[in-house]
């Protein structure tokens, strides 16, 4: 068992620190091929391990708005995504530090570790539900462990689903029961657990790995039933890269892909032993279900992806906004509707999140739940909402995206013909060429293709989603609406 760079607990980190965290020769990340240990001595990863070393400045340049004491050592500052949220005014402030990480990348990282501290923030503020059926053990490691991530700042990716074999049928009936992630031992130590699971974003530029449920799992398959958390470093722990989507390109070519990449891997478990303190269920698979319908997990991860979402369709609209007003097509009457759509986006995904802290209640555990009821009804719309912002965006720039030269040949022979050729009403031919590959870097390039295929499936697929959303609705005013006309 290897460990994390990452030891004590030092409060919010700089991002010099976060980087030096990761620098253990126990990683495990392969990419084409070539494993690597540290995403700094890879040039396709060093672009994002940058960027999310940004992300950790981030809280030391917004303290006031990004930092508060830590509840166990008030000498420690700690990033105010992890607060177990007692008040409406903590998802107030809480969502304003979700607001500042994603602005950074106009919403294109959608994994930064805000997504996760909010997760275990809802999970230990609910340890009640964990402990239940003589979980007491697992819940009290999770809290710890919740207070370790705080408290260290680590930065974690998770993975919830088990690789595409059969969807069809459940885990222990796929491959002999092989490849889904599954404990084959216990140990005086702990358990060891063997498996796949998809997909690890981030996981190049994290500390930790961690397992948590993502489906129901029948009552017969309890060694599918895990929830842990482990460093990345850990013997036998393995990580396979899809194709890096960066480019080591000047950002006037590609101001998106030459520093967002947050990659996404599938994680391979070669008899990995979890050691105990690290274990939070083990084999339960009623509390399997239940960590994730009792725990409040569905309304507190909406706050954060929704406000992630909304930052990015706002950069969606800021980018039709400024094309059309950079070629002119603004002034016709149905470009102006597709950009009042995405406004309107913009504009509901914005109320809801209001709507949502605004009816915010204390739960049974007494954490401040948002109410969750605008979040399931974009559950089911957004991941149909941000494609549809790339096709009006799209729509407004028609063949642009393809008159753009790149900076080399900007600065080449050619230069006095591309000023010319390629000025637009709006802009120089520097600054029109320079928008357009921005556009075409959101949604058009390979970063923009995995953005928009993350958009639909991040929280699972819309169409599942929405049909959840008609199953869990209150229906009772729209059938008494009904039902009045059906009495005498
Ligand atoms: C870019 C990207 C990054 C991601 N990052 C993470 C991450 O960091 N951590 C993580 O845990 N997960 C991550 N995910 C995975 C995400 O959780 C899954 O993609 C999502 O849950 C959908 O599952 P799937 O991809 O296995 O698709 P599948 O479940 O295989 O679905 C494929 C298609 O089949 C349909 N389908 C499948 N089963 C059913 C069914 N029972 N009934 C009806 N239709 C069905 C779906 O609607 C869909 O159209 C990421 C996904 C993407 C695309």
């Known amino acids: 068992m290897a460990n994390t760079g990452v030891q004590t607990a030092s409060g919010a980190r700089t991002g010099e620190q976060f980087l030096e965290g990761l620098d253990h020769s126990g990683r495990e990340i392969w990419l084409r ?3 690597i240990t540290h995403p700094l001595q890879h ?55 979700f607001e500042l990480v994603a602005t950074l990348s106009g ?52 993975a919830l689903m088990n690789p595409q074999v059969d969807r069809t049928k ?48 029948r009552p017969q398959d309890g060694r599918y039933a895990l929830a842990f958390a482990i460093p990345i470093a850990t013997t036998g722990l393995r990580f396979i890269c899809r194709d890096s989507y960066s480019k080591q390109r000047d950002p006037y070519d590609y101001p998106l892909s030459s520093r967002f990449d947050e990659m996404d891997a599938v994680v391979i478990f070669d008899d990995v032993e979890i050691p105990r303190e690290r274990v939070f269920l083990d084999g339960d ?10 725990t409040g997990w569905r309304g507190h991860i909406m706050h954060q992806a929704f406000t992630r979402a909304y930052v990015k369709l706002c950069f969606a609209l800021g980018l039709g906004h400024v094309i059309a007003n950079t070629t002119g ?40 739940y948002p109410d969750d009821r605008p979040f399931i009804a974009l559950r089911g719309e957004m991941p149909k909402w941000l494609p549809r912002a790339n096709e009006y965006i799209q729509l407004i720039g028609g063949g642009g995206f393809m008159a753009t030269p790149s900076k080399a040949d900007l600065e080449g022979p050619l230069r006095e013909q591309i000023d010319l050729y390629f000025q637009a009403a709006g802009a120089d031919a520097e600054r029109r060429i320079r928008l357009f590959r ?33 199953n869990i609705a209150d229906k009772s005013f729209p059938e008494s609406l009904v039902e009045q006309f059906l009495r005498d």
């Open 33 to 35: 091929g070539e494993r």
């Open 43 to 97: 040039p396709e990863l060093r672009a994002a391990a940058r960027s999310m070393a940004k992300v950790f400045d981030l809280q030391h340049e917004h303290a006031d708005e990004m930092l508060m004491p830590s509840p166990d050592d008030s000498s420690l500052s700690v990033n105010v995504t992890h607060v177990i949220p007692r008040t409406r005014e903590d998802l107030v402030r809480r969502r304003r530090a």
């Open 107 to 158: 919403g294109m990282m959608g994994r930064t570790p805000d997504y996760l501290n909010v997760t275990f923030a809802c999970f230990a503020g609910r340890s009640d539900v964990w402990t239940r059926r003589g979980n007491e053990q697992g819940a009290a490691n999770l809290v710890a462990y919740q207070a370790q991530m705080r408290d260290r700042d680590l930065s974690t990716t998770h």
């Open 170 to 217: 459940p885990e222990a009936e796929q491959a002999m029961g092989q490849v889904s992630l599954h404990k084959v031992a216990d140990t005086e130590q702990g358990i060891v657990v063997r498996g796949a699971r998809m997909l690890a974003t981030l996981a190049p530029f994290a500390d930790e790995l961690l397992i948590y449920p993502g489906s129901d799992i």
């Open 285 to 294: 698979t009623v509390g399997y279900s239940e960590v994730i319908t009792d």
């Open 329 to 368: 097509v603004v002034r016709f009457d149905h470009i102006q509707e597709k950009l009042g759509q995405i406004w309107a986006m913009c504009e509901l995904a914005r109320s809801a999140l209001v709507a949502a802290e605004a009816e915010a209640k204390l739960d049974a555990g007494g954490v401040m």
């Open 438 to 470: 921005l556009a075409w870097d959101f949604l058009g390039s390979e970063l923009g293709g995995r953005g928009e295929l993350y958009e639909r499936f991040y929280l699972s697929d819309s169409w599942r989603m929405t049909a959840l959303a008609y």
